[in-house]
């Protein structure tokens, strides 16, 4: 049976992409962003494929695919289209664990009247959230916690990004009563050896088993 699990953001150009190919390397799985903006620059797919060191066959396609570096709802507009939750599905993969990527934080609308929240829902993943450890991520944080906790989303932890700091840390967990799963220091090189290394030393193993 699939378990699938839902990496979302506190914002856009947090870490997402690191941390989906931390996870990706970590729990052998396969990697899918369903929704991809700024592909002029490349994908995120391909990103990962590079940093966790996995084939092409350990990734899904994504089902809509932009160039403009702008919210999905933008980009699917300059287009010509409309994104729909219908033409997205979870897809069936040999690895036992999908890892699946978002578009920015929660709130991103994906069309007139959905967001990247609605997609969550509609895929019915756990989620852990990408946050960074600078200024503002206390608010930041737990106001992706809350935006999920009102759709009635799973939130398995958070994960910071960037220099440790600890009353953030601390901050975060006590008044969003949700466990810090994971610390990613900014990496001078982002490959499967350093992350793999991150996840073994600074990882709750637990939460992600």
Not at 21 to 35: C, D, E, R, S
Not at 97 to 117: C, H, K, S, Y
Request: proline share 5%; charged share 20%.
């Amino acid at each position: 049976m699939i378990e699938a699990l839902f990496v979302t953001g506190t914002d856009t150009n947090v870490g997402k992409t690191v941390l989906s190919a931390l996870l990706v390397a970590a729990m052998n799985g396969t990697y899918w962003k369903p929704i991809q903006t700024g592909s002029r620059d490349g994908t995120d797919r391909q990103q990962v494929m590079r940093w966790a060191d996995i084939p092409e066959s350990r990734t899904v396609a994504e089902c809509y695919c932009f160039e403009p570096p702008v919210s999905p709802h933008l980009a699917a507009a300059s287009a010509g289209m409309s994104i729909e939750l219908g033409h997205i599905r979870l897809p069936d993969v040999a690895s036992p664990q999908l890892i699946i990527e978002g578009a920015g934080g929660v709130m991103v609308p994906i069309n007139d009247t959905e967001t990247m929240r609605d997609l969550i829902v509609h895929l019915g993943a756990p989620v852990v959230i990408a946050a960074r450890t600078a200024l503002g991520t206390i608010n930041h944080t737990l106001l992706t916690v809350q935006a999920l906790r009102a759709a009635g989303v799973r939130i398995k932890g958070v994960v910071m990004i960037g220099d440790e700091n600890g009353e953030n840390e601390r901050a975060i967990e006590r008044y969003g009563a949700v466990p810090i799963a994971g610390r990613i220091p900014l990496l001078s090189c982002i490959c499967y050896k350093n992350l793999m290394q991150v996840y073994e030393k600074d990882f709750d193993r637990e939460i992600f088993s």
